[in-house]
């Protein structure tokens, strides 16, 4: 079946550091794919989203580039702050049973100052 | 103002208990779904309704058993409790006919925990 595998954490961080999270999908057919941001204890927020091959999802200083070559979706953010600890889980849509949001493991991201 | 609530936000109870998770979206939404998140942060569907129809039931217990009285509730009720249900539980809700571009917006989760 589809499945989403991520980079396993945690991944910590120097404020202002380069970050990416590695994320690989196995799907059949054309999946959209996610990027979703939990902060601690709240709930999952989108954070952004491709919906084709080529195609680059961005938000908040974050961008993550759907390539279909490489079934990849890593996430990139130039400079990191404080404020984007949280734990970021890859996903994928299958339209096969009606938007089912396949999730990866998550990953957890601390950045100190 | 909220999109997607749920109730309550922590419950906690004893083995063998029945409980219930109300969920509510006021977004307009036509699809309403139960996900699991368990101790290691892992998030698995467990549900869909589309127009109150049932069209997603992963592998799930029958003790758990999703109501939608109508499109805008997906209540989840969960029969003689046990020690491994306790997760949080995340409802959402997105617009079926966007397609699979469709983003789902999540509420914020009741963490169940049982005794």
């Known amino acids: 079946g589809d499945s989403v595998t991520q980079m396993e954490g945690p991944v910590t961080l120097s404020e202002e550091a380069f970050l990416t999270i590695n994320c690989t999908y196995t799907a059949t057919g054309y999946p959209s794919l996610f990027w979703y941001v939990q902060y601690p204890g709240e709930g999952l927020q989108l954070l952004l989203k491709?919906?084709?091959?080529?195609d680059k999802g961005s938000n908040k200083g974050f961008e993550a580039t759907y390539r279909k070559e490489t079934t990849s979706f890593h996430l990139e953010k130039g400079s990191v702050q404080v404020s984007d600890s949280a734990v970021y889980f890859c996903a994928l849509i299958t339209m096969e049973y009606g938007n089912k949001l396949v999730f990866g493991a998550g990953t957890i991201l601390r950045v100190k100052s | 103002d909220t999109a997607v609530s749920q109730t309550p936000k922590y419950l906690v109870t004893q083995m063998g208990n029945d409980k219930s998770i109300k969920c509510e979206q006021n977004l307009g939404h036509d699809t309403m779904y139960w996900y699991k998140q368990d101790s290691k942060k892992f998030l698995k569907i467990m549900f869909s309704?589309?127009?109150?129809?049932?069209?997603i039931n992963e592998t799930v217990p029958n003790r758990f058993s999703p109501k939608s009285p109508d499109k805008a509730h997906l209540n989840l009720h969960i029969n003689s409790l046990e020690l491994g249900d306790s997760a949080v539980y995340f409802c959402?809700?997105?617009?079926?006919?966007?397609?699979?571009?469709?983003?789902?917006?999540f509420g914020p989760g009741t963490r169940l925990t049982v005794l």
């Open positions: 959402a809700s997105s617009l079926r006919t966007s397609g699979g571009g469709g983003e789902q917006f």
């Open positions: 309704y589309n127009n109150k129809e049932l069209i």
């Open positions: 491709a919906t084709k091959a080529d």
